[in-house]
């Protein structure tokens, strides 16, 4: 069983930046695909950025030159860098641990609010 706990929401103003935390505990970190998704009120959950246990980044088109994806496996967390943010940014942000590549579970945090206003 994996618990992911996130942290670095907050209030910030549109051109601002965010670093969110997803702090891994309870599995083996360098086997899971990271990923950050998002939700908006009334919206469904999307996906923002992952990185794969080889280090490879993907994004949605959106947000692509704005976040950044990087994991520590030695600290067992992942982070989501945020520069730019506009408005449209603003979400509960979830972190997800995905092991389908080595046979293991799926597993998602509660989440962190970020919300980008004047």
């Known amino acids: 069983q994996v618990q992911l706990v996130e942290s670095g929401g907050g209030l910030v103003q549109p051109g601002g930046s965010l670093r969110l935390s997803c702090a891994a505990s309870?599995?083996?970190?360098?086997?899971?695909?990271m990923g950050w998704y998002r939700q908006a009120p009334g919206k469904q959950r999307e996906f923002v950025a992952a990185i794969t246990s080889g280090f490879s980044p993907n994004y949605v088109d959106s947000v692509k030159g704005r976040f950044t994806i990087s994991r520590d496996n030695a600290e067992n967390t992942v982070y989501l860098q945020m520069n730019n943010l506009k408005p449209e940014d603003t979400a509960r942000y979830y972190c997800?641990?995905?092991?389908?590549?080595?046979?293991?579970?799926?597993?998602w945090g509660q989440g962190t609010q970020v919300t980008v206003s004047s």
């Open positions: 309870g599995g083996a970190f360098r086997r899971y695909a």
């Open positions: 997800n641990a995905d092991g389908a590549r080595f046979g293991l579970n799926n597993y």
